[in-house]
């Protein structure tokens, strides 16, 4: 079920910021910080991508869940019966 939900974003953020890291940088007119700028837009691309990927991956399979007391578990699982 998550590999499904996952698609459609994965694809639109990793083109998104393939967009930005590899298109972007030619359309930099030229100037005396023109590198500058282009490592600007390479490395933003990056880190975004990085960042929102490990945060959405964190929530499609996260390391713990909620910490609940024997009696609660109990209780819920009489409560949705």
Same mark, same amino acid.
């Given at each position: ?6 698609? @459609? ?9 393939? @967009? ?20 600007? @837009? ?20 996260? @390391? ?18």
């Amino acid at each position: 079920m998550v590999s499904h939900s996952l698609t @459609l974003p994965m694809i639109c953020f990793t083109t998104l910021w393939a @967009l930005v890291g590899c298109v972007a940088p030619w359309f930099v007119p030229k100037g005396p910080n023109r590198g500058v700028v282009i490592t600007m @837009l390479i490395l933003t691309a990056i880190c975004c991508y990085l960042f929102w990927l490990i945060a959405i991956l964190a929530q499609a399979n996260p @390391l713990f869940g909620p910490q609940l007391k024997n009696e609660t578990i109990w209780y819920l699982r009489y409560y949705w019966e």
